[in-house]
């Protein structure tokens, strides 16, 4: 378990989960992740960040659709280059990643992120990769603290799951590190739709655990480990000191916040 100095192969979700997303309608393209952020659209940001990683060999992009990407000519260069490969997606986003899974047993460890984390940057990369490859484990989970976030960007609305010695944010960072870990991916595809809904995903994990996060006793270890003894798997996160990572593009109002982030960015180079 663990990475032991391997180049991961890095798949990025670029799937569509809605017709009507409310940034690729504010921005006027045909999936968000072609919006412009900083004057570059931001699947090409999340790109570019992992070509720039030296710990991450492949870049298989999972989305848009073939329509999507042969109508750009940015996505339909950079594939025909071979620069990067292209996948189609599956019915959402678990099910795209155990597809490519069950397909590609040869490509673990795989870094999973998605197309709509502007923010993303090689030191972020670097960081959850260096401190995945120190530890032995199935499945690394990259977590913010919440109280880094909110000291940052208080204006900005992420889903918090609150645990004995605080709260803690996503960041749509995953390495698979072995072929166990599809059943991480097999059980996140029958909670998906409670992503949104801590107390919910906190409830598949058993009653007890259930009993002890509403009395505010069960910690970020507690819950790993219960859903580590679930599935037969080490699971273990890896904190990241990047309040950022937490702040995908999923509304209006992160756009404009990650927007105003790469100005202020640009402003300090």
Partial sequence: MGLEHQSVTALILAGARTARDPVARMAGVANKVLAQVGGEPMISRVLGTL???????????CGPSLETVQDNSFLGTLIASGAV????????????????LNEHPQDFPVLVTTADHALL????????????????????????PYSLVVASYPQSKRTVTRLTGGGFCGCNLFVLCTPKAIRMVEFWSRIERERKHPLRL???????????????????????????????????????????????VDTPEDLALAEKILAKRQETL
Avoid: C
């Fill in 51 to 61: 070509a720039q990683s030296d710990r991450v060999g492949k870049r298989i992009l």
């Fill in 85 to 100: 490969q292209w996948v189609e997606p599956a019915q959402g986003p678990s099910l795209s990643v155990a597809r490519f």
């Fill in 121 to 144: 940057t090689p030191e972020i990369v670097n960081y959850f990769l260096r401190e995945t490859q120190e530890k032995q484990m199935d499945v690394a989970v990259g977590l913010v």
């Fill in 202 to 248: 906190i409830r598949t994990l058993g009653g007890l655990a259930l009993v002890r996060y509403v009395l505010g006793w069960l910690s970020l270890a507690e819950a790993l480990r219960r859903l580590g003894q679930k599935l037969n798997l080490h699971v273990q996160e890896v904190l990241l000191p990047f309040p950022e990572a937490a702040i995908d």
